[in-house]
């Protein structure tokens, strides 16, 4: 088994032609008629964003292209849709290798010198090159400046949001919406301002975008499956195990990775008790101490835990939700209102995926993990006789599970206590809004997908008629063609 600071993974059990007048007035309806269609896929696309909601589990690699060398070996491997470059860095022999290339006498300056985009490239060519300590150095360097980055943007964005709270407009008088669009113009003021400062300090290109296929790589962990290999290769094998357990726990059922894990875990120079997320969310390590010592009955120690753990979390979420504000690539010019709703569902359906992410804990699952911050807080409050706070997270768990016969029991076992009041019985203000925030935004989203379906059928059904026009038309100028090439020719033989 591993150590707790390994909760909760399960590694054990897991990869003819006419005349062109004839044509005209047909090909000026037709442009008007796509121009309709490329209004309406605008106004869809708000639609997909939302009844993609449900897809949004975190990925798992179950088609992992593995490439098995010997039981006790390290497996080199990645998923089959990565890029050719990482395709081809399939099945590396796991024997200790002696970095050769000339061209690498400085990495940490070579790294430090490339944008994010192009040092990722420049790790994944060090790992293919078999550079492995400039591959260890690489990614390190991508992890440090990406969390950086992400931090720098998170910061400005939450500055600015706080700063415009109590904002003073222009004029008083809310006249069609315009407070909101004010806030906004000085809120985006703000962000140039401190995004200015930021880059002052820290370069000019500290803040440059990153494409989203690399972004997208580092959500994923990616680079810990090369990292691992890498820390191999310098028999750095603690620092191995932990990065493929780091990576393990956004892919659970990695069979490949897992069997690595397993490797690793019998090699004498690694400790399981040493193993850990390198990726792990603040709260977690506070959660997990607080079960350890609710477990143990040290109550007071198991409320500091999961308070503090409690704070963390809706600290992190905010974080993930306010990151995803960033920008969309709509693909095409949309009117005013169709680009402001399809943005604001682009970053509503990001925004919803924040607690999946946060849920997964070192791997496991859990999708009451917020909810069950309250379950231990009412017990454990409980033992150490504060009925009161004892109640309101009784009242808080209900918010997200009101029909929980456990809890419900629980209730009615304090309310028949001595001195207990009816108002007791009040949630915890941080719940209230957590819940009310979380059912106003599936409502949206729902509504999104449900009313705009019937805009999606009959888009379908137009698309099918405007291809259907298509086959027969083609037809025609077919059937047209060879009428008049049998005419020219009944011609030419009379000649």
């Known amino acids: 088994m591993l150590s707790e600071n390994m909760y909760c993974i399960q590694y054990a059990n897991s990869h003819s032609r006419v005349e062109t007048g004839d044509w005209l007035c047909v090909i000026m309806y037709r442009f008007k008629f796509i121009s309709f269609l490329f209004f309406i896929i605008a106004v869809l696309s708000i639609a997909n964003a939302s009844s993609e909601l449900l897809d949004n589990e975190l990925s798992i690699d179950d088609d992992d292209d593995v490439k098995k060398n010997n039981d006790d070996k390290v497996i080199d491997g990645f998923d089959e849709d990565d890029d050719d470059d990482e395709q081809g860095a399939i099945a590396t022999p796991a024997v200790w290798k002696k970095s050769t290339d000339e061209n690498y006498d400085d990495p940490i300056s070579d790294f430090e010198s490339l944008n994010l985009d192009d040092a990722y490239e420049h790790a994944v060519q060090s790992y293919l090159d078999d550079n492995f300590d400039d591959c260890i150095d690489g990614f390190n360097n991508i992890i440090k400046r990406y969390k950086k980055y992400r931090n720098a943007v998170i910061n400005c964005r939450t500055k600015c949001r706080k700063d415009l709270l109590n904002f003073t407009p222009i004029l008083m008088s809310d006249i069609e919406d315009l407070h909101f669009y004010e806030k906004k113009i000085r809120e985006t003021l703000c962000l140039l301002e401190c995004n200015q400062d930021y880059r002052d300090v820290a370069g000019s290109q500290a803040l440059r975008r990153l494409q989203r296929e690399t972004e997208q790589k580092l959500m994923d962990l990616k680079h810990y499956e090369y990292l691992h290999i890498c820390y191999y290769q310098r028999s750095r094998f603690q620092d191995a195990a932990n990065a493929i357990f780091t990576y393990l726990t956004r892919h659970p ?132 006789g504060d009925i009161k706070r004892t109640c309101q997270a009784v009242e808080s768990y209900l918010l997200f599970f009101p029909a929980d016969e456990t809890m419900l029991n629980n209730k009615d076992y304090y309310s028949n206590l001595p001195k207990v009041k009816a108002n007791y019985f009040t949630p915890r203000e941080e719940a209230v809004f957590y819940v009310k925030r979380q059912e106003y935004e599936l409502r949206i989203l729902k509504f999104i997908s449900e009313d705009f379906s019937a805009i999606d059928a009959r888009l379908d059904a137009m698309k099918k008629k405007l291809i259907q026009q298509d086959i027969n038309n083609n037809e025609e100028d077919d059937n047209l063609g060879k009428a008049d090439a049998r005419i020219h020719l009944r011609r030419g033989y009379r000649y």
């Not at 090699?267 to 010592?293: M, R, T, W």
């Open 253 to 384: 059922k990695s069979e490949m990775s897992i069997k690595n894990l397993r490797y690793y875990l019998s090699l004498p120079e690694v400790k399981d008790s040493d193993i850990i997320n390198l990726e792990s969310a603040p709260f977690v390590n506070y959660y997990i101490n607080g079960v350890k010592a609710y477990e143990d009955e040290f109550y007071d120690d198991a409320v500091e835990q999961f308070e503090t753990s409690l704070r963390e979390y809706m600290k992190a979420e905010d974080e993930c939700r306010i990151y995803c504000e960033g920008s969309f690539d709509q693909g095409w010019l949309l009117e005013f209102t169709s680009s402001v709703a399809n943005h604001f569902a682009y970053c509503l359906k990001c925004k919803r995926s924040c607690s999946q992410f946060l849920n997964n804990l070192n791997g496991d699952y859990q999708h009451d993990l917020l909810a069950s911050h309250y379950n231990y807080l009412q017990f454990a409050y409980y033992k150490l």
